[in-house]
């Protein structure tokens, strides 16, 4: 799992409003980083590296709630929560399938019809996970979700 | 439930965190001796961990300036949350393994004797995640048992006023 970016120039004694766009600028980068190469999907750690860092983002979202404008945190609060929620779908199966392999690596030649189906099961309703995740960074995306997060910060603080 | 917090614009990051994550920490061990008592309440075991994901996220900031004895609070909460997440993985996964063998069986009923798919490996993978999960269950109780034996809550607090009296010109 990748470690939170380091927040350079960070001063803990300046106002709040000051710090916390500075915070959530660079919360909001590392987790946008990961975007394309989770959209392509070729490889699972930059789908868990955004997953995390979401949550990080989320997180300070709502810890600093009341001193940011209330609707409009909550909308964006909403759109990484359902950002959570749909790599969670893949990662969720990303998990099962590595304990599966890795299950199946350690047990003795046999019959494992049983182990082999239950990894197809999971493999499929990845697909389908990964799919509706796909289209919905496709559509934060091309809706240039990284400037409308940017302005919120902006405006807000 | 409400928040019990509030966070201030006009005072500063430092001010905040230390009222913030003594207040957070105390959400977060709130239904402790529920889930340490009763390791099959798979929800509050949950709902624990989301509200440590918030104290962890947020100490995870002031690592950079509370200095190295909070880093080493901090750890042990990365710790003890990251141990809930393997919890909540096998209280996933247990489920599905389950209903899989379940069906397993149901389509063996239907078959002749050659056509059935042995459940044996399922079961076996079955039991090993129990016994993973009581394994991660009794590590995390330990944890939670400790901290209140040896006042953690006091020494996070500690770690951030002294960090502060040395920050002070």
Redesign the interface.
């Known amino acids: 799992m990748a470690r939170a970016w380091k927040i350079e120039g960070l001063n803990p004694d300046q106002f709040l409003k000051t710090s916390l766009p500075k915070i959530l600028r660079l919360r909001f980068d590392e987790m946008w980083s990961y975007l394309d190469d989770t959209i392509e999907g070729k490889d699972v750690n930059p789908l868990h590296d955004m997953r995390v860092s979401a949550r990080r983002l989320q997180a300070l979202l709502r810890i600093f709630r009341d001193a940011l404008p209330k609707k409009k945190v909550d909308r964006q609060i909403k759109v990484i929560r359902d950002l959570v929620r749909h790599l969670g779908g893949v990662r969720e199966h990303d998990v099962f399938l590595d304990a599966l392999l890795d299950y199946k690596k350690g047990r003795p030649d046999g019959d494992e019809r049983s182990v082999d189906l239950m990894i197809a099961r999971e493999k499929s309703l990845r697909v389908a996970e990964q799919s509706a995740l796909r289209r919905y960074l496709l559509h934060l995306r091309r809706a240039e979700y990284d400037h409308i997060f940017k302005d919120f910060v902006r405006d807000a603080t | 439930m409400a928040r019990r917090?509030?966070?201030?614009?006009?005072?500063?990051?430092?001010e905040?965190?230390q009222e913030?994550i003594p207040l957070?920490f105390d959400e977060f061990m709130e239904t402790k001796v529920r889930v340490v008592g009763h390791p099959r309440l798979k929800d509050e075991l949950h709902g624990m961990r989301l509200k440590g994901?918030?104290l962890?996220?947020?100490m995870?900031?002031?690592g950079?300036?509370y200095g190295p004895a909070f880093g080493e609070c901090y750890e042990e909460i990365r710790r003890a949350v990251g141990l809930m997440g393997s919890i909540h993985?096998c209280d996933?996964?247990l489920p599905?393994?389950q209903q899989?063998?379940r069906e397993?069986r149901a389509f063996n009923a239907a078959v002749k004797s050659d056509d059935r798919?042995?459940?044996?490996?399922?079961v076996v993978?079955h039991h090993?995640h129990k016994e993973r999960r009581n394994t991660l269950f009794n590590e995390l109780c330990g944890i939670l048992l400790r901290w209140e034996a040896e006042n953690f809550r006091g020494r996070i607090l500690l770690s951030m006023t002294r960090a502060t009296e040395l920050?002070q010109p």
């Open positions: 917090w509030k966070t201030k614009p006009k005072k500063s990051l430092r905040n965190a913030i957070l994901k918030m962890r996220y947020i995870e900031i002031a950079g300036f993985d996933v996964q599905v393994i899989h063998v397993l798919i042995p459940t044996a490996p399922m993978l090993q920050s």
